[in-house]
């Protein structure tokens, strides 16, 4: 492909532009009433206010941890978590396999090795069980992904990773706020990576965070994350940067937006849980419509996506021709969203793996690796015939959900095989 017939991917509000939508969209946003005065204490101060702190000390209070570094975004929270650990090129990171590129590629950055746990059958998360396939002598962290804002089973994947010595941390950019076994999503595990782009569930402009419990971590994270590595030399010479860090700094002004977000969130959430818990009950009545199971041991589904498979056996059209339709009919942002397929959407990896190139080479690498949708047959298979929308949001109501539940109903009976 040239430059020339690139097609950009675009993201926010850009991704909806031009979508005929009967049903709410995320926007314009809701915003929280406090945020034009925070942004306004910005310029007041002369850009002296802390509004970063401020948002790192609320959010770690609402989250009840012990510390909050706020990023630019959810990719460099993630990115800056990878390169704060001690690991070794061609050391490996157990992943998801359904997710977005924003989880992976500060593993590459770092030059570890990705390896994608399968998902178990019909679902859209790992398990302790797939992740345990996939552990080798140069494990070193798992990075589960709540996908959609389903958290995955989390006790048990502890429970393994303590048995192997590893890390485990989460991705928590379509979860925030979400709760299992009364505990949120983000404090499950020894850190997780939070998203505050503006079309994720707490929306602001952008921005993101790692949040955790450890002192130690906390502070190399501030270290790489925030002071590029850098520290004051002895005897007047000034910085020098013993390690190899970023300037992965929140903005004052998305820490102002994001604080004022921070305020309107929890009943947002709570709303987004009623209505996705009808919505898939009402989807469930439906032939040949499975909607996302919601597991017993999540107590609030903060749902970010919804989204359901279809038995191709049912239908006379194709998964993707069953989401046009639906998308026609005026759900917004629906379609099958198979580039969530890691080992098959990073064509990069495959080619540096075959290769040999960069973590890939031997050594460091132990082993020869490969990508493709058939090295995760599950998530594969799962996505295949999964069709969402990304623009389900807390402005449903009861009769939207009956509306969309109708909308997929009309474009079952049009498409079922008799």
């Not at 402005?395 to 959900?401: I, R």
Request: aromatic fraction near 10%; glycine fraction near 8%.
């Amino acid at each position: 492909m040239t430059t020339a017939s690139r097609v950009r991917a675009t993201y926010g509000a850009a991704s909806l532009n031009g979508e005929e939508a009967v049903l709410p969209s995320p926007f314009p946003r809701t915003m929280g009433p406090n945020c034009a005065g925070y942004l306004q204490e910005v310029v007041d101060s002369g850009l002296t206010v802390d509004m970063i702190g401020r948002f790192e000390k609320n959010f770690a209070a609402e989250l009840g941890v012990r510390h909050c570094i706020a990023t630019p975004g959810c990719t460099p929270a993630l990115g800056v978590l990878a390169a704060a650990f001690p690991f070794e090129p061609g050391d490996e990171i157990i992943v998801s396999p359904i997710t977005d590129f924003g989880t992976i590629q500060g593993l590459c950055l770092e030059n570890y090795i990705p390896v994608f746990a399968d998902t178990e059958p019909g679902s859209v998360n790992v398990s302790a069980d797939t992740i345990e396939a996939c552990i080798s002598e140069r494990t070193r962290a798992i990075l589960v992904v709540h996908k959609t804002g389903i958290i995955c089973d989390m006790d048990p994947i502890n429970e393994l990773a303590a048995r192997h010595g590893l890390f485990v941390y989460e991705d928590v950019c379509q979860a925030v706020f979400g709760r299992y076994k009364g505990r949120f999503a983000g404090t499950l595990a020894q850190a997780a990576g939070f998203s505050f782009d503006s079309e994720k569930t707490l929306g602001s402009d952008v921005g993101g965070c790692v949040v955790t419990d450890d002192d130690e971590l906390a502070e190399a994270l501030r270290f790489i994350g925030h002071s590029r590595g850098g520290e004051m030399a002895p005897a007047g010479f000034g910085r020098i940067h013993s390690a190899l860090g970023y300037a992965y700094r929140m903005p004052q002004a998305t820490a102002a937006i994001t604080l004022g977000q921070l305020e309107i969130i929890q009943p947002q959430v709570a709303q987004r849980d009623r209505m996705i818990r009808l919505l898939s009950e009402l989807l469930a009545e439906i032939p040949g419509i499975t909607p996302l199971a919601i597991p017993d041991y999540m107590d609030v589904y903060s749902c970010w996506m919804a989204g359901f498979s279809i038995d191709p056996a049912a239908f006379g059209c194709t998964p993707a021709e069953f989401a046009q339709q639906v998308a026609d009919a005026g759900i917004p942002g629906a379609g099958q969203g198979r580039y969530y397929l890691m080992p098959q959407a990073c064509t990069f990896l495959h080619e540096r793996a075959g290769n040999r190139t960069h973590q890939f080479a031997m050594p460091p690498a132990s082993r020869t690796y490969r990508y493709s949708a058939e090295s995760c047959r599950n998530a594969h298979a799962f996505l295949r015939n999964f069709v969402r929308w990304s623009s389900f949001c807390e402005k449903y109501e009861a009769q939207d959900c009956e509306l969309a539940a109708s909308i997929v109903r009309t474009v079952a009976e049009r498409n079922r095989i008799s």
